[in-house]
């Protein structure tokens, strides 16, 4: 993703700053994709596993990348609170 448009990015929520998840937040994140166990904040589960994602820099909401592009809206936002020992 270009540094550029990162730099201007950010959550729609908290106002804070987004980076590109790590590899671990990635796994944990799709690990639990797979087992049915997260959904948006709107409450919708998410089946589709995340090939990139930005989480905010307080780690606490994922925004997933779809063919580079971030998708950036508030209700498809993943909170972090659904995983267990999710690494910031």
């Known amino acids: 993703m270009d540094k550029r448009l990162l730099d201007i ?50 780690g606490r909401l994922i925004y997933r990348v779809d063919d580079d592009i971030p998708v950036m809206l508030a209700d498809e936002a993943i909170g972090t609170i659904q995983m267990q020992n999710f690494p910031v």
Request: with cysteine.
């Open 9 to 58: 990015l950010c959550c729609p929520v908290s106002k804070q700053p987004v980076k590109p998840a790590s590899k671990a937040q990635l796994d944990l994140l799709n690990a639990g994709i797979r087992a049915g166990d997260i959904q948006t904040t709107a409450g919708v589960g998410v089946t589709q596993p995340f090939t990139a994602a930005l989480i905010t820099t307080d």
